[in-house]
């Protein structure tokens, strides 16, 4: 299973200060954090993908890239790539050279975004999300899996005899999760190509999770792609964690109260009593999320988001060395323990070539 830590990129006053981060702060943090996520053994660090303030990852591969110079393990990931503004070629090309320069360390996760405008800045209607979603990746997937592609659809111009440079790193293309917070048409689409589905699993209660993954597991099988049990699940999750919980009720809840996405709602209390955020001491962390399998089932990848609403960068730091020293061994030694021989490990680069050339050598063996 892997773990890991995703972030929107926000810049959010700190409101314990009054002191808002600069652009160029914030972009360095993110680079702090990713660096940090490595230095304390966590798998994956992913970034969101927004072109609206206050936020600042407007371009994921480049950041990505240079992280990727930076680290030698950690596995690179978006935490959404716009499939219905973004042109399907650029994705095609971008995401193939950052899988190059990371030597494999790269999958992507696909997604509609959650801000309304970015729409007709990039030529498309809100109307037609769920159909560019999914005309927009079918390209996607064509590009990266034929080395000629003649096209025509409804969203972009035709393409005749176009070949998408580079191509995939060892002709295996990145891993593609879809995620989605309410969208069961997002579910379906990873269901129907074999894809991994995360369910973001940070704003609603665990029935509605629970529905949006058991969705997806049916309709996985329905495709043929396996039994329910080895469908590919992530998770979101939002953590403020201490050594002992008052600490961390104390120091997170004006951070709480003054949050752009869920301030001045439902208190701090009552939002982790109905949604996953879990605040409080490591053992609280790691049983609040050993619970999710209760519900969702065995899954692979659990991605935290650690640094929103104005955290300053030293206590999300102090964060991620409290994740990796305290609560994610015990995490991964605990989900280990507990998942069935039949339901498969996360996809890296190595397991999808190693799979690749494993279908190869079985069709080969099928012709003689």
Known sequence: MQFGVFTVGD??????????????????AMVAIALKAEEVGLDVFATGEHHNPPFVPS??????????????????????????TNDPVKIAEDYAMLQHLADGRVDLMMGRGNTGPVYPWFGQDIRNGIPLAIEN????????????VDWQGRFRTPLQSFTSTPRPLDGVPPFVWHGSIR????????????????????FWPKEHTQRMVGLYRQRFAHYGHGSPEQAIVGLGGQVFVRKNSQDAVREFRPYFDNAPVYGHGPSLEEFSRETPLTVGSPQQVIDRTLGFREYVGDYQRQLFLVDHAGLPLKTVLEQLDILGE???PVLRKEFDTL??????????????????????????EATR
Do not use: C
């Not at 810049?11 to 360095?28: A, S, W």
């Not at 990746?137 to 000629?148: C, G, P, Q």
């Not at 998942?339 to 079985?362: F, M, N, Y």
């Open 11 to 28: 810049v959010t006053v700190d409101p314990t200060n009054g002191r808002e981060p600069t652009e160029h702060e914030r972009i360095k």
């Open 59 to 84: 371009s994921p591969t480049t950041m990505l890239g240079y992280i990727a110079a930076r680290t030698e393990r950690l596995l690179l990931s978006t935490s959404t790539t716009l499939i219905t």
């Open 137 to 148: 990746y079918d390209l996607l997937r064509r590009l990266w899996r034929e080395d000629v």
């Open 183 to 202: 969208s069961p048409e997002i579910a379906e689409q990873a269901a129907y190509y074999g894809d991994g589905f995360f369910a973001n699993h940070i």
């Open 326 to 328: 305290e609560v994610v």
């Open 339 to 364: 998942r069935p021989a039949h339901v498969p490990e996360a996809p890296t680069h190595a397991s999808l070539l190693a799979a690749r050339d494993a279908a190869g050598l079985a069709g080969t």
